[in-house]
């Protein structure tokens, strides 16, 4: 634990009982809850945390060193999506449904002609790839081309399924639509306007960027992100990102009502678990075992808490990342729905990289921590901060 190494937070506004409160519309931050989350966040070997509310930083808290960069892990697919935005906005991309083929003539024979930027974004392109993908990846000295190799494990748009491999043609794909690196275009379109000024993002040995991951940023230029996208892709009154993307980014796409456009949604959902549900896991290939061990929760109605129920349920079989590499990842339903609403939306990555938007709150939180143990599965396991989101929700107070 680093709750009490080296402490350094950077405050805006007046401070209250020890604490700091945003100016204006930033002061209906609830105290008890923020100081619930700053001891979680220590707990669980937390480097950085901020809190945005109205666009003004309310909080930035360093539990360990100075400010500086983190890598953002699989967050880095959600800004990789904001490059798509800023080729929409800039004409240089006419639509979301333009083939692969148009960049990549390769693809214009066969069934990978079908597959369109829109697949990509929405983790549905059928390009097979094992589930994690890091070996196969890491040994390649071209990920686009690696990528471009895939044979097709579904038809194009019909299956959701949680690809680093595929999530690293956009990488390809922004070059060649602007004529410069993805790394290039987001550092002058869209970080420089923002002030965003000390990021690095890795290269593979063909001078690609990862897509996948790979971006180091300051947390607080990761916020800065984060606001972009709770403005609708507007910044001081500029539009950056296309609108229209936007919206149709952090809405659930025609194979996942948890996923957007590289973005993971937040919801205010019930659910719950029935015979039609487990019928589909089964279905599906899922161990029966672990089925089993889940059939204790079928028929209750879950408002919040189901995944804390799922991986207690599941604590001697893997845990929540045996839920999530049996089920989610492969496009498996999570349960039955009986309401859902947007709310907000994340991007996450591993190790708990986390940058939260919630938009009826107009609040932004991001979590980083730097691996401490090799980046271990075990490690991620630990720290991952899972109820992060449901903690960010607590910071606004329904009623003054």
Known sequence: MRLLRGLRVLLVGFAVAGEAYGQGRASTIDKTALDALVKRAGELDTDALIVMKDGEVVLEKWFDGEPRRIESMSVTKSIVSMAV????????????????????????QGRKRRITVRHLLTQSSGLQADPMTGSEIDGSPDVVQLALCAELADEPGTKFFYSNKASNLLAGIVQRAAGRRLDLLMKEEVFAPLGITDVEWMLDAAGNPYAMWGLRIRPADL?????????????????????????????????????????????????????GVIEEWRKG?????????????????????????????????????????????????????IESKVVGFRGDGWQGQQVVVLKEECLVVVRMREPSQGNTAEENERYGFGELTKMARALVRTSE
């Open 223 to 275: 916020a800065k992100l984060g606001q972009l996208m709770l403005e609708e892709g507007c910044w001081k009154g500029r539009e950056i990102l296309s609108r229209e993307w936007v919206r149709e980014a952090v809405s659930p796409s025609a194979v996942s009502d948890f996923y957007g456009h590289l973005w993971w949604l937040v919801k205010d959902v019930a659910r719950t678990i029935d015979d």
């Open 285 to 337: 290939g899922v161990d029966e075992k672990l089925i089993a061990a889940l059939q204790p929760l079928k028929g209750r109605v879950f408002r919040e808490g189901f995944l804390d129920a799922i991986g207690k349920a599941l604590v001697d079989r893997g845990g929540i990342e045996a839920w999530h590499e049996s089920i989610r990842r492969k496009g498996l339903p999570a349960g039955r729905v």
């Open 85 to 108: 935005g800023r080729l929409l906005a800039t004409g240089k991309l006419a639509s979301l449904d333009e083939p692969v083929h148009t960049w990549y003539p390769e693809w214009r």
